[in-house]
C-alpha cells in the first residue's frame, strides 16, 4: 500500500468530522432542553381523543399528515378509520388544527427545537383562529 498513511489519515479526520456532535455533548452537557409543549385543545364535544395515541403521533404524525395527503389527492379517500372504530376526516386545517388550535405553542416550539421547517403552509393558508391561538 503505497498511500496508507494517507488513507489512515484521511479515516482519523473522517471519524472525527462525524463524531463531533457527539464529542460537543459530552463535553458541553445536553444539546437542549426538550421543549415544553402546550397542547391546547379545543372544548369540543366529542372530540377529546386524538386520531392515534399520542406517543405515536408525537413520533410519526409527519408520516401519517403526508399519507393522508396522497390518499386524499391521488385516490379522493377522505376518511380515516382508527383501530376502535371511530373515523375522521383526513384533514390539516379540519381535524387537526380543529382541536390544537396555537400554532406558535404547538407545532412551532417542536418544529424549532428539532429544525425542520414544514411545507404545510406553502399549500394550506393558516386559518386566523389558530395562528392567533384561539379557541
Known sequence: MFDGGK????????????????????????????????????????????????????????????????????HDDRTFKTENGREFTKSLTHTC?????????FCDQCHNYVGVDPYCWDCHIVPQDFEKGVK
Not at 473522517?14 to 455533548?25: A, E, K, S
Not at 388544527?97 to 405553542?105: G, R, T, V
Request: charge should be negative; hydrophobic fraction near 45%; include cysteine.
Open 97 to 105: 388544527l380543529d382541536c390544537h388550535s396555537n400554532k406558535d405553542a
Open 7 to 74: 488513507i489512515i489519515t484521511g479515516l482519523i479526520i473522517f471519524l472525527i468530522i462525524i463524531t463531533f456532535p457527539v464529542w460537543y455533548n459530552a463535553v458541553n452537557g445536553q444539546a437542549g432542553e426538550r421543549p415544553e409543549i402546550e397542547i391546547a385543545t379545543k372544548d369540543t364535544p366529542g372530540k377529546n381523543e386524538c386520531v392515534l395515541p399520542a406517543d405515536v403521533m408525537r413520533t410519526d404524525h409527519m408520516d401519517l399528515v403526508m399519507q393522508w395527503r396522497d390518499e386524499v389527492v391521488r
